[in-house]
Each structure stands twice: as C-alpha cells, then as structure tokens.
C-alpha cells in the first residue's frame, strides 16, 4: 500500500518558516470522485472547491474533507458542523452494514481511525446479553478490537495504513509500551470487572460521553484500562458508554495524540452518536447470531446426526440450505435399521423452507421413524404419514419417497408419495429412472399409495433426493431429472470396469449440476450402494415349537460355524442360540426362525410369533430361571429385539475371530 503525507486543514492559514502562509499540497485540492459520492449524503449537492486567492491559503472543500472524515484519504477530521453531520453520516452507514458482531466493531473502528480519533479501544460485555436476557453474575467488560495509526506513520509524518490496527505480540496481547505518546492503545486491560456503584459503573450509567479529563472519566479510565496505564491530559480522551436497547453493553474509549488539535465540546456529541449506533448494531448482530445458531441446531437435531452402517449397505447424504439467511427447511432423509438386517431408506420435503416446515418436518420424520420400528410396509407407513399430516393442520402438504432394502433376498421395495423418482446407478455404468407410481403428495388425504418391488443387484447406487437438486427458476423438474441421469451415466463411465464410484465423490458431484445462482430450495440427498450378503454367508431354519428344538438348534448352528471355518465360536454362539430359542419356543405357536449371517460380524436372529418383547431383569437368588437374556447381555457383543407385524424378533451379535 502506497503512504502518503498526512494533510491538516487548520482554521488559521499555516506560515512557512518565512512567515508567508502556504496552500495545502495540490492533490488534496479535489477529492477521489469516489471518495466524495460515499462521504457525500444521496441527494446533496457536491460543490467544487473555491480557488485560493492570492496569498491565501486554499480551503478543501466539504466534499474533500468528508472524504477525509469516511476514511477514503487521510485528511484529520474537520471541526465545523455541516462536516460533522457529513462525518456522523457516512460512519453510521459504515457501522449499519456490519451484519455480525465482528464487522459491526470494525465499522466503529475503520469509521474512527483516524478520521476523528487517532486510536480506539472497544470493550463489549462479557458474556453479551441477548434480548430480554437478564444476565446474573458481575459485570465484565472485555477488550473486543483495537485500532490506532501505524507508528511508522507518526513519526514519519504519513499515513501509509491509516486503518491498521494495533499489532499484536505472539501471546494475542498488546505490546507494553513507555507511554501514551508513543502507544495510545498499549497496556490497556484485557478483561475489567464493573464493581458495583464504583466510578466505572456511574460513567455507564450516566450513558454520555465524557472527556477523559472529567473528574467522572478520570477515576474510571484506570478501572477500565488498568491502573498501570496512562490516562491521557487535556480533551485527549472521550469515554462513551455503549447503550443498547435494554443496557449498557459496554464503552467506547476514542484517543488523540498530543501533536494533534484535542477534541471539542461538539465531538462529543459525534462520539454519542457512534456509540449509539454501535450499540444497536451489536444488539442486532447478537440476535442474529442467536437466531442463526438456533435454526442450526434445530436443523442439525432435525437431521440424522450420524448414519448408520447396516450391514450389506454403505450410505452417504449430503443436506444444502435454500440460503446463508433461512438455514432451516422442510427437506429430511433417514436411514433406519429394521429387522432382519434390512433397511429403510426415506427422503422427503415439506412444502416452504422455515422454522414451520422444519417443525413439521420434525414430527413426519418421527412418526416414520416409529412407523418403520413397527415393520410396516411402505405404503402403509406413507398412509399413516398422510393422517398425521392432516391432523397437523390445513395445508400441511408433504412429498415422501419410501425404500426399503433387503441385503439377503437383494430386493427392494418403494412407495412415493408425490416425490421426484429415485435414480440407479448400476455398476457397468448405465444410469436409469426408476419407474415408480408417483403417488399424491402426503396430507392430501383419501389416497391410496402403492409399492412395487425391484430387483437391488450388488454394487448397484440408490440415490433419493429432493427437488431442489434438480428443480429451479431456469429448468422443469423432468429437465433436472434428465441432467441428474446423464450425470450419473458421466461419473459411471469414469470408474473402472467393475467397480462401483466411490458414494462421497459421487454426491459432491451430483451437487455440481446445481449452478452458483440455481438453488432456490433446500436440497436433501441419500445415496446407498448395495453390497448385499452372498447366499453363502446366510444360513435359515424354520423349527417346530418343541421342548427338544433347542437341542436342534445348537446342532445346527454347530454345523453352520464348522461350514465357515469359523469353530472356536462354537461354544459362546451354540450357548447363546440355546438360551434365545429357548424363550421362544416356550410360548410360540407357529414355528420358530433361526437365522445366521456371517458379515464382518456373527449375527444371529430368532424369530417368534409372540409380539411381547424380552426385557432384561436381574433374577433373585431363589429363582429357577431368568438368567438367559442376562448371559446374552455379557457374551455378546450387541443385542436386540424388535417387534414385527407377525411377532417379533430376538439377534445378538458376536465377533468373528
């Protein structure tokens, strides 16, 4: 950045060494047009600057000095009233563009330095109040920003960056310094305690700015910046308290070097003015911020916090907001775990993107979360979605696509519910819309919805998304589903022969259809590529509900575990099947199921017709039974129960050697 000398525009003409006055430097004469349109309010007229008359010395305009007064040039600040107004002007819009607390106390700085302070101290509370909060505890005021002029620039007479702020040594601090002449920001407390009826305290009571020179300011500069640090003489210093809507929220300190002109009585009244205006933008940013980290968390506790890894799929998803600004929206997807290592696959998009539609998004996502748990099938679950759509209140309308996977039978089964068709990705590369019946939007109410079942080969992609991927203000959906397939066929053709893409380069590359300034809605996208379970690593029994059929199942699971080479399991696996086959075939009436998969663990699932789940209890010392569930509990690795529309159903799961 190129320096430049400091200009001064005094009331009285300067004199050279001879006595004879002298002009400003000729570049300050007329300001940057673009320095004078931001300092100049819309709608004034700009004058041209009065040519000096002989032997005297050129005055800058008002354009030229509220050019210097915003910051643009590096001209001190004017002490006349229209180029304070012009000043207070063009520091408030400043101030009113920061959005967050952080550019908020920077516009207070950039407007300030050095335009009408050579150096600033901001100290905000600690923590901030929010709203009608009302904070407990002591009041602590906290260094938030310095700035000051660049002492290179001081000494050498220039301004080379007359917005720099104070530097800081390796520890975050600012470097001690001799004295105010030399460091007017240096030494000043990090963090000061408000002490209650104390000088500090009164100052922020009173809420207006103060010369530091002030009996009033003088006892609470050293509270507010350490009794070690200097407190500058004369109008060198003006302390302004930061009120907000409710509070004070903290103090302003403005400071001038000895070699320039002190402040004045009128500065005090533009020092009120940047504390105000600091103060509501620093209220508004707070509450932004909280609004913005509430539709976060609720969106991120809307959302699956995790994945899960059911067994014979690999999942990944990918949640884009509508905007920076409306964070939260209708759109969700799920994966569920269900009986018999299948899985449900759900995505789906309440209509508007708001705390409303994430509210109601919230409560679907539940209740097919239950649903799932329940075993139903999909269009019976996207029924229920429809009645509890209605019960929620008029026009709560809803698109919902349901899968559900199973690894073993490597099948599938899908019910829509008005939701853009899902797509497949088979691993030889072709790309395919699934041909599902669209079905009417969930909340319509009085509507049938059906399922088909399809064929999920191994190494073959699901992927479900909403239609914000493929839906905008410049395309039709059909147009978007089209550029979703072919994107799709694209990425499959760059993998190798047999093999499948990898699922997270996969959705990063599906987002890049959707152009910088094309996503009007929220985007939702879950991607499964089906592994399944070979046929070898499956073995089933359907078993007679009979005293001796424990005894069966034991000799079986023997001689599944010798079959996989997998024997130094036999006598945890072949105690565990006997205690869960036990419990059920002692109240089953139909025939009981028995099932081993061998994945990267044992699972082992038991199947019963009895819907009343097993809990665990600690049995008594005189009690003859009630210890089984509690030998699953400590032998295996993780077990479970779940109950299914024709019973229920027991696994436990013990790791493979």
């Not at 004034?44 to 915003?70: F, Q």
């Not at 040039?73 to 229209?82: P, T």
């Not at 019976?380 to 209140?393: F, I, K, P, S, T």
């Not at 599938?412 to 819309?433: F, K, S, T, W, Y």
């Amino acid at each position: 950045m190129e320096t430049g000398r400091v200009t001064e525009y005094p009331t009285t003409p300067r004199h050279s060494a001879a006595g004879a006055p002298t002009a400003p430097p000729a570049d300050h004469a007329v300001p940057h047009a673009r320095a004078r349109a931001e300092a100049t309010p819309e709608g004034s007229p700009v004058r041209e600057p009065a040519r000096p008359g002989p032997g005297a010395a050129a005055k800058p305009s008002p354009a030229a000095e509220s050019a210097d007064l915003a910051g643009n040039d590096s001209g001190e600040y004017a002490r006349r009233g229209g180029d304070r107004l012009r000043f207070v002007g063009a520091a408030t819009r400043r101030i009113a563009r920061g959005l967050d607390l952080d550019e908020t106390v920077l516009g207070l700085c950039r407007a300030s330095v050095p335009a009408f302070s050579d150096a600033i101290l901001v100290y905000l509370r600690d923590p901030l109040p929010v709203g009608d909060e009302r904070p407990t505890g002591p009041v602590r005021l906290r260094l938030r920003r310095t700035d000051r002029l660049p002492d290179h620039a001081e000494h050498s007479g220039t301004a080379a960056a007359p917005h720099a702020a104070a530097p800081l040594d390796p520890g975050g601090r600012l470097p001690l310094a001799a004295g105010f002449a030399e460091h007017p920001t240096a030494g000043a407390a990090e963090l000061a305690e408000v002490r209650t009826g104390g000088a500090l305290a009164e100052v922020l009571r009173g809420v207006r700015p103060l010369f530091g020179d002030s009996p009033a300011a003088r006892a609470a500069l050293p509270e507010l910046l350490g009794q070690e640090r200097d407190v500058p003489g004369g109008h060198r210093a003006i302390l302004a308290p930061l009120r907000g809507r409710r509070r004070v929220i903290g103090a302003a300190v403005f400071l001038r070097r000895p070699e320039r002109d002190a402040f004045e009585t009128d500065d005090l009244l533009v020092a009120a003015q940047l504390a105000t205006h600091t103060a509501l933008g620093v209220d508004k940013a707070v509450l932004y911020g909280r609004e913005a980290y509430i539709a976060d968390e609720l969106q991120r506790t809307m959302l699956p916090e995790r994945l899960p890894q059911p067994t014979g799929v690999q999942l990944a998803s990918r949640y884009l907001p509508a905007a920076e600004s409306a964070r939260v929206g209708g759109d969700w997807y799920d994966a569920i775990p269900l009986p018999g290592s299948r899985v449900a696959l759900v995505v789906g998009d309440v209509m508007g993107h708001s705390t409303t539609s994430a509210a109601i998004m919230g409560q679907l996502r539940t209740t097919a979360q239950t649903l799932a748990q329940l075993d139903l099938p999909p269009q019976e679950v996207l029924h229920h979605l429809d009645e509890q759509a209605q019960r929620l209140g008029e026009d709560r309308m809803a698109t919902c696509i349901y899968a559900v996977y199973d690894p073993v039978a490597h099948r599938m089964i899908i019910a829509n519910a008005g939701h853009p068709p899902p797509l497949m990705l088979h691993r030889d590369g072709h790309a395919e819309v699934l041909r599902i019946p669209p079905g009417a939007p969930i909340g319509v109410g009085g509507v049938d919805f059906r399922a088909v079942e399809l064929d999920a080969p191994a190494g073959a992609t699901l992927l479900l998304y909403t239609d914000g991927l493929v839906e905008s203000r410049h395309r039709d959906v059909w147009t978007g589903i089209e550029a979703l397939r072919e994107k799709l066929a694209e990425t499959g053709r760059l993998t190798m022969p047999e093999s499948s893409a990898p699922l997270e380069p996969l959705c990063e590359t599906v987002l890049d259809i959707v152009g910088p300034g094309d996503r009007d809605d929220d985007i939702a996208l879950l991607a499964a590529r089906f592994d399944g379970i070979a046929p070898s690593d499956v073995a089933y029994w359907s078993l007679e509900p009979r005293p001796e059929t424990a005894g069966q199942a034991r000799r079986l699971a023997r001689r599944a575990l010798v079959g996989w080479g997998i024997e130094e399991l036999t006598e945890s696996v072949e105690l565990l099947v006997s205690e869960v086959v036990t419990n059920a075939v002692r109240y089953a009436e139909r025939p009981v199921t028995l099932r081993l998969l061998r994945t990267d663990t044992l699972r082992c699932e038991v199947g019963d017709d009895v819907p009343q789940l097993p809990r665990l209890r600690q049995a008594r010392a005189t009690d003859e039974g009630g210890r089984g569930l509690y030998l699953v509990n400590r032998i295996a690795k993780r077990w479970g129960a779940t109950r299914l529309s024709t019973g229920k159903l027991v696994w436990f799961e013990v790791p493979l050697p």
